[in-house]
């Protein structure tokens, strides 16, 4: 008999804490080599934001530390209320063990049960892992451009 490991446990992060501040200073380098460490009182601005919901993804084993985060966006405007999922980030030494798709699969069903006509998410060319996971979850590549204002990043 195969024992198989217990389901990542999502949760939404309803305030800030140490252990998250801690986590998210591994997390976002592995994300971003130019966003800033965040301090206690950014992730308490992010979790206060009404139309922020920060997940976040815990190893159900040993310590229940956190593994990943994803940040979702619901907003109303003037045709549907909308949803963007941004920032998703899981840890390296947990990757490939479901977390990225229980963190996409619990932003699902939250943007659903807000009532967002879309939800919509961007992903770099090179990260083809996520892109197995977003096209598994059910996304679909658009016919669109995203524009970005501001200097053009150099290459």
Do not use: C, N
């Amino acid at each position: 008999m195969t024992h198989s490991a217990p389901p990542i446990e999502v949760s939404v992060a309803e305030s800030a804490f140490p252990e998250l501040v801690e986590a998210f200073g591994k997390l976002i380098p592995q994300l971003s080599g130019s966003a800033p460490p965040l301090t206690l009182a950014a992730v308490a601005d992010i979790i206060a934001a009404p139309a922020t919901t920060l997940l976040i993804a815990r190893d159900p084993v040993g310590e229940r530390r956190i593994v990943g985060t994803l940040t979702l966006v619901i907003f109303r405007i003037p045709t549907a209320i909308r949803a963007w999922i941004e920032d998703v980030v899981v840890d390296e030494s947990a990757r490939g063990r479901g977390v990225g798709e229980a963190l996409v699969q619990a932003a699902v069903k939250l943007a659903a049960e807000r009532g967002a006509k879309t939800l919509d998410l961007t992903s770099r060319t090179s990260r083809k892992a996520a892109h197995r996971l977003y096209e598994k979850s059910g996304f679909h590549v658009r016919e669109t451009s995203v524009y970005r204002y501001g200097p053009k990043p150099s290459s």
